[in-house]
């Protein structure tokens, strides 16, 4: 090979670098989200059952939204994920746009559908503690599709902070015999 051939081979792959590093920093972006980052802190509120049956039992839980940012927090949808003691119990879908100004809270109700065959005999442990941990994974989604952000929040909470509601339910009125 001579001198000529080497430069030619030299140049040719630095024409191919070239094009090829575009391409990957585009897919690298993506892949990695480039909107993602970390979304408003989730706290759980209270929680109000409501239409139990004898296979499912819905459920609303009042979550606080805090923006710890200088900037709004715009979501368009948000999923999350409750956690009590640790034991998955369901998850909740929100299509609404909610804003969370900036260095502020507001609170959002999500309804989660829980399967009470599957959580009959775990949650009993849960609901004789009378105090446990829970866990709040959510995802909020922005106006694009690139544009997720995601929290994780751990928390104590107290039996007393159930509120039932007789309104949704079989369940008599409290003083009602």
């Known amino acids: 090979m001579n001198v000529n051939d080497s430069h030619h081979v ?26 993602s980052g970390p979304g408003p802190s989730v706290n759980l509120v209270s929680v109000t059952f409501q239409n139990a049956t004898a296979l499912e039992t ?13 900037v709004p927090v715009e979501m368009t949808g948000s999923v999350h994920k409750i956690f009590l003691n640790g034991l ?11 804003t969370v ?34 866990r709040v994974q959510s995802t909020f989604f922005g106006k694009s599709w690139m544009d997720r952000k995601t929290s994780e929040t751990e928390g104590k909470l107290e039996l007393n902070d159930f509120v039932p509601s007789s309104e949704g339910t079989n369940a008599p009125a409290p003083g009602a015999n």
């Not at 070239?18 to 909107?35: K, N, Y």
């Not at 819905?58 to 200088?70: D, G, H, I, K, Y």
């Not at 809270?105 to 004789?128: D, G, Q, Y």
């Open 10 to 35: 030299t140049t040719a792959r630095r024409k191919t670098n070239m094009r090829t590093t575009p391409a990957l920093i585009v897919v690298a972006m993506l892949l990695t989200g480039c909107g």
């Open 58 to 70: 819905t459920a609303v839980f009042t979550l606080r939204l805090s923006n710890e940012q200088p």
């Open 101 to 134: 100004p900036r260095l502020s809270t507001v609170t959002n109700n999500v309804t989660v559908h829980l399967s009470n065959l599957a959580l009959a005999t775990r949650m009993k442990a849960v609901l004789e503690a009378k105090r446990f941990d829970y």
């Open 88 to 98: 998955y119990i369901g998850k909740g879908l929100s299509d609404a746009t909610v």
